[in-house]
């Protein structure tokens, strides 16, 4: 089995992290996704709440483990995401889930040919950075030196490489879509979207939502998402249309 690891902190999950997903299962026979919940704290800009993260985390994970059945499943990240990828790549370094990292996606460690995680580029260092020093046989055993782990950047937001393998993966998941509207929303950050929100425009919200959740789901979403909208942000976003207009 070739198993795609993904972890993140998703504020929320957005169209942009959409491929990462997509490409995790492109390159594998299961996926899991480990979701964060932490939320972004008061003074930080748009406040999206630990609370607010829990209801759009329900959403997310009924629609993604719904659309791609048996393939991905979406696992609450704790402690962090960061250390249930360690978990997992631990248990099969090991032949056995101690941490139940695995086991509630119905993954045997024994059956894993290859472990692969997916992310950002800016992201790969926090597990690359123990390769070639004494921590490596401890967190990855010769997963490394036999093959059986990579590490894949998944380069999408960045505006400068070329995206024509991206957004062939994400092609039929946006069968109206033009190849220009597509890069637009593989491109999308978080932070540009938490911006976006500022707008109250639900439609174009939506637009940049993962393409599996429903009407329904999207506008569940949009109407949580409204609830972190703060008298700054608003001023700001004002601010800068005004700005804009000059």
């Known amino acids: 089995m070739k198993l795609g690891l993904i972890g993140g902190g998703f504020k929320p999950f957005t169209s942009g992290h959409f491929t990462l997903l997509a490409t ?27 609370e607010m993260s829990q209801d759009v985390f329900n959403i997310m994970k009924a629609a993604i483990e719904r659309t791609y ?8 990240g704790k402690p962090t995401p960061i250390v249930k990828i ?27 040919e290859t472990i692969s995680v997916f992310s950002g580029p800016e992201d790969l260092d926090k597990y690359t950075k123990y390769f070639g020093t004494e921590k490596e046989e401890r967190y990855f055993g ?6 059986r782990l990579s590490f894949v ?19 039929d998941s946006y069968p109206e879509l033009s190849d220009e509207e597509m890069t637009d929303r593989v491109k999308m950050r978080g932070s540009v979207f938490r911006s976006l929100i500022a ?5 174009k919200i939506s637009q ?23 008298e700054n942000v608003f001023r700001s976003y004002v601010h800068q249309i005004l700005k804009s207009n000059r």
């Open 208 to 230: 940049y939502l993962p393409p599996f959740l429903t009407d329904e789901e999207k506008a569940k979403i949009v109407e949580i998402l409204f609830q972190g909208l703060t």
């Open 153 to 171: 950047p998944v380069e999408s937001a960045d505006g400068e490489g070329d995206l024509s393998a991206i957004l062939d993966i994400v092609r």
């Open 86 to 112: 360690f978990q997992a790549i631990g248990a099969v370094k090991d032949g056995e889930d101690t941490n139940s990292a695995l086991s509630p996606a119905g993954v045997n460690p024994e059956q894993v």
């Open 24 to 50: 995790a299962m492109a390159n594998s026979d299961k996926v899991i996704l480990y979701y964060g919940l932490a939320g972004r704290k008061k003074g930080s800009g748009y406040n999206y709440s630990r």
């Open 199 to 203: 707008s109250r425009d639900g439609a």
């Open 142 to 147: 010769n997963l490394n030196q036999t093959g």
């Open 69 to 76: 059945s048996g393939r991905v499943f979406v696992e609450l």
